[in-house]
C-alpha cells in the first residue's frame, strides 16, 4: 500500500508539472522525489506522469488519481486535527448524568458555559437518580455527574455547585399564600406533601431536619420522589410543601412560592461528581470551564445570583 509521503509527492508535482519546484516546496532534492513517484507508480500498476526532457505531464491515470490524492491528504491532516483537539480536551464527548431537579435552572447553564467554551465536544445527558449515576460512574459507563449527597465518595472528586434557598409551596387560594411570610412552625400539623424517604432520601432526610430543629411537625399526607410531582399534588390542593428555588422555573398553575422567614440556613446542595481516574480530556477541560477556580477553590452557581464567593469545597 502507498505511504502519504508519497501521495505528498505526487500532488507537489501534479500541481507543478516540474519536478525542481516540487522538490523545492517539498524541502527535498530531486532524486528522492522521483524514487517516492516511481514507488507509487509500481505499487498502483500503471503510470501517473508522462515526462520528457523539456515537460511533464499528467496520464489519464494521473489526472483520475489527483482528486483522490488530496481528498486522502485532507483527511489524514482532518484526523491529525482531530486527534489533537481530542488530547487536548477540545474534542470528543462528554456522557453526563443529572437528577431531575438539576434540570431546571443548573444543568442548562452548566451546558451554556460549556458549549460556548466547548463548541467541538459532544455532550451525552442522561437523566438519572443519584444511585443510578453512581453505578455509572462506577463502571465507566458515565463520565460526571449532577448528584445529592450522600453518596460513596471513594475514588471519587466531588464540588458542589449549586445551593439553594428552600421555599414554601402552597396552592393558590391557600390562607398562607399571601400576607407576612410564613414560618416553619406556620406548618405544624397542616397537610404537608412530602419526600419519599428511599427515592428521595435526599430532600426528605434536609425537610425532616429543618422541621425538627425548628420544633414544628406537619402532618405528611402524600411521598413523592420528585419535584415537579410534589408541586402537581400541591396545585391539586393536597398540602403544602418545601421546594428548591429552582423549582420556580416550572411555573406550576396554581401554585404560590414563598420565601419563609426566618431564611432556613440550610440549603438544598447540588454537586458534581467524577472518577478521580477518569482519563476523557474533554472532561478536564469541562470541568475548566464551569468551575472557576480562585486561589485554587472552587466557585458555586447559585441559582438567583449566578456565580458565588469561592468556597472550600466538601
Request: hydrophobic share 45%.
Amino acid at each position: 500500500m502507498f505511504e502519504f509521503t508519497q501521495l505528498r509527492c505526487f500532488v507537489a508535482v501534479a500541481e507543478d508539472l516540474h519536478f525542481g519546484r516540487a522538490a523545492q516546496r517539498l524541502n527535498m532534492t530531486q532524486p528522492p522525489l522521483s524514487r517516492q513517484i516511481q514507488m507509487l507508480e509500481h505499487e498502483l500498476g500503471t503510470q501517473l506522469f508522462k515526462r520528457s526532457s523539456r515537460s511533464v505531464q499528467l496520464t489519464p491515470a494521473g489526472r483520475a488519481f489527483l482528486p483522490e490524492a488530496r481528498q486522502m491528504l485532507r483527511l489524514a491532516q482532518r484526523a491529525a486535527w482531530s486527534a489533537k483537539r481530542a488530547a487536548r480536551g477540545e474534542a470528543g464527548s462528554i456522557t453526563l448524568g443529572f437528577t431531575a431537579g438539576a434540570s431546571y435552572a443548573v444543568l442548562p447553564e452548566l451546558l451554556a458555559m460549556a458549549t460556548r467554551k466547548m463548541p467541538n465536544v459532544a455532550f451525552v445527558l442522561r437523566e438519572m437518580r443519584t444511585t443510578e449515576q453512581m453505578e455509572a460512574l462506577a463502571t465507566g459507563a458515565q463520565d460526571a455527574g449532577l448528584i445529592r449527597l450522600p453518596v460513596e465518595r471513594r475514588g471519587m472528586e466531588l464540588v458542589c455547585v449549586a445551593r439553594e434557598t428552600l421555599l414554601l409551596a402552597v396552592p393558590e387560594h391557600h390562607a398562607l399564600a399571601q400576607g407576612p411570610a410564613p414560618s416553619l412552625p406556620d406548618l405544624t400539623s397542616l397537610p404537608f406533601v412530602m419526600y419519599a424517604p428511599l427515592d428521595a432520601r435526599y430532600f426528605h432526610d434536609l425537610v425532616f431536619s429543618l422541621f425538627r430543629a425548628a420544633d414544628a411537625m406537619p402532618h405528611f399526607v402524600q411521598h413523592a420522589s420528585q419535584i415537579h410531582t410534589v408541586l402537581a399534588l400541591v396545585s391539586t390542593g393536597m398540602g403544602v410543601a418545601l421546594v428548591p428555588d429552582s423549582a420556580r422555573f416550572l411555573n406550576v398553575r396554581g401554585v404560590v412560592l414563598r420565601a419563609l422567614e426566618p431564611v432556613p440556613t440550610t440549603r438544598a446542595e447540588l454537586h458534581l461528581i467524577w472518577r478521580r481516574d477518569n482519563d476523557n480530556p474533554a472532561l478536564a477541560t469541562f470541568r475548566a470551564s464551569v468551575l472557576p477556580k480562585t486561589n485554587s477553590e472552587f466557585a458555586s452557581i447559585d441559582t438567583e445570583t449566578g456565580i458565588d464567593p469561592p468556597h472550600q469545597p466538601r
